[in-house]
């Protein structure tokens, strides 16, 4: 069975500051492959990043970073210098046993107030 | 490159009548998905195909909803009679399946749909 968990269901920061929303899964599986979805007013989902189980190294693209830890079982996703436009409801997913079925979080929604 | 194309974006029926959502998958992409958000339950995966074929369609609520893929450019998820619960927004994705690989889902804009 897989698990992904955001505990954070809301979070509010003023523009410009820094923040994470956390993100802890369980799998049986050694080979498993974890996402971040980003879904703003609008509606849609949007894409922002896919790892798998063997990549370890943290990522970073523009003000967006994302932190693997297997030790802890967690992907967290930081935002630096938030700014309103990344306001929305964040999703972190899991895919394991070699499956394309996708269990989603329960979503943190991040309030950027100006 | 066009994305996950869906219709009607909006679809307010009554209840007791049938809705039909239609979607187009990312041309080349070999897998889809039909997905439901609420504000209860979240994001649920309601049926999965690949190459065409059902794969799993565990999380389809009951007999009143049904899907089909006639080919790899078209898919249709029928809700009859529709009830007020199944007021949701309703999500198709599609990817490319490489074995075991855990592919990227991509997501269209969704249907919203309303039973009064």
């Known amino acids: 069975a897989q698990k992904v968990t955001q505990a954070q269901t809301e979070i509010s920061v003023v523009e410009k500051e820094d923040v994470t929303l956390d993100c802890v899964y369980e799998t049986r599986d050694t080979t498993y492959y974890l996402f971040w979805y980003k879904q703003p007013p609008s509606g849609e989902l949007v894409f922002l990043i896919r790892r798998n189980s063997f990549d370890e190294q943290n990522e970073i693209s523009g003000r967006y970073s994302w932190n693997f830890q297997k030790s802890t079982s967690s992907f967290n996703f930081t935002i630096t210098a938030s700014q309103v436009v990344d306001s929305a409801v964040y999703f972190c997913a899991l895919n394991s046993g070699g499956y394309q079925k996708v269990t989603f979080g329960t979503g943190t929604k991040l309030q950027v107030i100006p | 490159d066009a994305g996950v194309i869906q219709s009607p974006r909006h679809e307010v029926t009554e209840m007791g009548q049938e809705v039909t959502l239609r979607c187009k998958p990312i041309?080349?992409?070999?897998?889809l998905f039909w997905y439901r958000q609420t504000m209860m339950r979240g994001l649920e995966l309601l049926i999965y195909f690949n190459n065409n074929v059902p794969i799993d369609d565990s999380g389809m609520p009951e007999d009143r909803f049904s899907a089909k893929m006639p080919n790899a450019s078209f898919s249709t998820l029928k809700i009859q009679p529709s009830e007020p619960r199944d007021s949701a927004v309703y999500f198709c994705a599609s990817s490319l399946e490489v074995r075991g690989r855990g592919e990227t889902q991509y997501f269209g804009p969704g249907t919203r749909l309303l039973v009064l």
């Open positions: 041309s080349g992409h070999n897998s």
